[in-house]
């Protein structure tokens, strides 16, 4: 919570747009706050939504192969057809990915009440 709390404070003082990428422009200059951005783009972004989608993947795979692990080849094209549907969805029109997003946030949360 300390970290949504000075969000939240860089936000209201910091008024650009930006995010992280602005704060530590006005904080440190332009060359810490580049190098962020790019190694945010290029290493975190990327391994986080790999992961993500391997696991999904893992999850999808698992009720087909009940008695085993899931093949390490079935889990990467699950994977992969993961990030190119939401990458297509994405392309086709973001109020629509927006109303998915929203549509399973809401059954998430409902099966959390359950």
Do not use: H
Request: charged share 10%; with cysteine; aromatic share 14%.
């Amino acid at each position: 919570t300390l970290g949504a709390l000075t969000y939240a404070e860089l936000g209201t003082m910091i008024k650009e747009s930006g995010g992280e990428y602005a704060y530590l422009f006005r904080a440190f200059g332009p060359i810490p706050a580049f190098l962020f951005q790019w190694t945010n783009v290029i290493l975190l972004k990327p391994s986080s939504l790999s992961a993500i989608a391997l696991s999904f993947a893992i999850y999808v795979g698992q009720p087909f192969y009940p008695a085993c692990t899931v093949p390490d080849p079935v889990v990467k094209f699950l994977a992969a057809v993961c990030i190119v549907l939401v990458t297509a969805l994405n392309c086709i029109s973001v109020k629509l990915a927006a109303r998915i997003q929203v549509f399973f946030t809401a059954i998430k949360v409902l099966a959390l009440g359950v």
